[in-house]
């Protein structure tokens, strides 16, 4: 059975930092691909980041991009959103699911179309709340 489990939320002021995990269990880091959602109250849930456990390539959408780094530990089946210059609009819960697809080929596709769907991926964590003060 697939598990994700996010961890690493909590209270922070504008400007510092967070770094979230997000655990996997259930199968192996083959050619798959962990992507962070966050939904903030009201609001769709926004697809910010994602990576391929192949070779490591990586999104990032432009509210995100040059503050948020994505990484995988693949021995340890754990993927880490570190989260830079954290800014109030940043509030939400943040989620870690799975794509069970070629994640070289999904990491192409979303770079290309600059956009990531919550409708392509099949596994979700709970969720974790970052809460960012100003």
């Known amino acids: 059975e697939v598990q994700l489990v996010e961890s690493g939320g909590g209270l922070v002021q504008a400007g510092g930092s967070l770094r979230l995990s997000c655990a996997a269990s259930g199968f192996t880091f083959d050619n798959y691909a962990i992507g962070w959602f966050r939904q903030a109250p009201g609001k769709e849930r926004e697809g910010i980041s994602c990576i391929s456990t192949a070779d490591g390539s990586t999104y990032y959408s432009d509210s995100v991009k040059g503050r948020f780094t994505i990484s995988s530990d693949n021995a340890k089946n754990t993927v880490y959103l570190q989260m830079n210059s954290l800014k109030p609009e940043d509030t939400a819960v943040y989620y870690c699911?799975?794509?069970?697809?070629?994640?070289?080929?999904?990491?192409?596709?979303?770079?290309?179309?600059?956009?990531?769907?919550?409708?392509?991926?099949?596994?979700w964590g709970k969720g974790t709340q970052v809460t960012v003060s100003s």
């Open positions: 699911a799975l794509y069970q697809g070629s994640g070289i080929v999904l990491l192409a596709t979303v770079q290309a179309l600059g956009i990531m769907s919550p409708k392509i991926f099949g596994s």
